[in-house]
């Protein structure tokens, strides 16, 4: 729980794929074990080593579909051609236990998030360049080539809102983007005003 006077905050954590978006946030939540992060539900089908409850909430598109009629969630979107959606009823459970609650989601969700949560942190993993990016997509060895090649073809849009986050760290070492996730997260609970650098230059690079 959130010991301190404050009110829980809502954090974003959004990238393309391949930034290592989820290899940060896991990192840090085992760093700040008061953050909970929020399940999402999707269509796509389970990784190896993926659990459902523990990683997503695997469901059949129909029954997402239905999810969405029922207005069960707080954001969904399309990406890659799967469904992603968060909870209204978990997100606003965890809050209301004084908990931090972080969100791993995707641009269009974020975009729904900040309507409804204007006091939300939002922060934009980027990686360091085009070819690392896809040198991170190959070694998953998990997709077939053209999952990859939409990845990398999607990742110009993605990339395109980094500048709508609050906050921009870019994934080149390791240590060094989780030092600045955590430092974000630490100001952000405080309360405390906290500039980053935008990286204008570098996703020019990456929409080249």
């Known amino acids: 729980m959130n010991t301190s006077s404050q009110e829980p905050r809502l954090f974003i954590v959004a990238a393309p794929s391949g930034a290592g978006k989820s290899s940060l946030v896991n990192a840090l939540l085992l760093r700040e074990p008061d953050i909970s992060l929020s399940i999402s539900h999707t269509t796509r089908p389970p990784r190896v080593g993926e659990e459902y409850g523990r990683h997503y909430y695997f469901v059949e598109r129909q029954a997402f579909e239905q999810e969405i009629a029922d207005g069960i969630f707080l954001e969904h979107a399309v990406v890659h051609g799967n469904l992603y959606g968060t909870s209204c009823r978990t997100v606003d459970a965890l809050l209301a236990q004084g908990r931090d609650v972080l969100l791993e989601i995707d641009w269009q969700g974020a975009a729904q998030v900040r309507r409804n ?56 070492h390791f240590d060094e983007a989780l030092e600045q996730l955590q430092t974000i997260v630490q100001a952000a609970r405080g309360r405390q005003p906290l500039q980053l650098p935008r990286h204008e230059t570098l996703i020019e690079a990456l929409l080249a």
């Open 117 to 172: 949560h204007p006091d939300c942190v939002s922060i934009f993993i980027l990686p360091p360049s085009r070819p690392e990016l896809e040198r991170r997509l190959r070694g998953r060895a998990s997709d077939s080539e053209e999952v990859i090649a939409r990845r990398l073809f999607n990742s110009r849009e993605e990339i395109s809102h980094a500048p709508e986050f609050d906050h921009v760290v870019v994934n080149d």
